[in-house]
């Protein structure tokens, strides 16, 4: 899973997650795999804030694998998880504003996302605190 992201973590476009973290946070992830190889080419991670909200996160399909819908499959796998958990809204915060947009996500001022959220994952990125990623939600 960390080669697959290794490149958009090394551009700032997705937050370095630690083995011990990604260990600990298994769960939440959802794979897409190659068929008969059985290789993982994309994966997306819903992480749950509150009771009230998921986020998604880690996005990435494979190189040589995207334009092939992978990435919708994914994050639309983790907005019906997001609904059997009972969640009201998912957060997205990208610099894929239109992917998200086509998909029911709707922008919003980043004032308005839980505070613990930044300091817990934002102060990581290597573009904290200029960041020019939008923030997204999906009313479910």
């Given at each position: 899973?960390?080669?697959?992201?290794?490149?958009?973590?090394?551009?700032?476009?997705?937050?370095?997650?630690?083995?011990?973290?990604?260990?600990?946070?298994i769960?939440?992830?959802?794979?897409?795999?190659?068929?008969a190889?059985g290789?993982i080419?994309?994966?997306?991670?819903?992480?749950?804030?509150?009771?009230?909200?998921?986020?998604?996160r880690?996005?990435?399909?494979?190189?040589?694998?995207?334009?092939?819908?992978?990435?919708?499959?994914?994050?639309?796998?983790?907005?019906?998880?997001?609904?059997?958990l009972?969640?009201a809204?998912?957060?997205?915060?990208t610099?894929?504003?239109t992917?998200?947009?086509?998909l029911?996500?709707?922008?919003i001022?980043?004032?308005?996302?839980?505070?613990?959220?930044?300091?817990?994952?934002?102060?990581?990125?290597?573009?904290?605190?200029?960041?020019?990623?939008i923030?997204?939600i999906?009313?479910?």
């Open positions: 899973m960390q080669a697959i992201v290794r490149k958009e973590v090394e551009e700032g476009i997705i937050l370095p997650r630690s083995d011990d973290e990604l260990a600990t946070n769960r939440s992830y959802i794979l897409a795999k190659e068929g190889t290789e080419i994309g994966y997306v991670a819903l992480h749950i804030h509150s009771m009230r909200l998921g986020e998604i880690s996005l990435i399909v494979k190189e040589g694998h995207r334009h092939r819908r992978i990435g919708t499959h994914l994050v639309e796998k983790a907005v019906e998880e997001g609904r059997s009972r969640l809204e998912v957060l997205a915060l610099y894929m504003g992917f998200f947009e086509r029911g996500f709707e922008e001022p980043k004032e308005t996302i839980p505070e613990h959220k930044i300091w817990a994952d934002c102060i990581k990125c290597k573009h904290f605190p200029v960041c020019n990623e923030s997204l999906k009313r479910l």
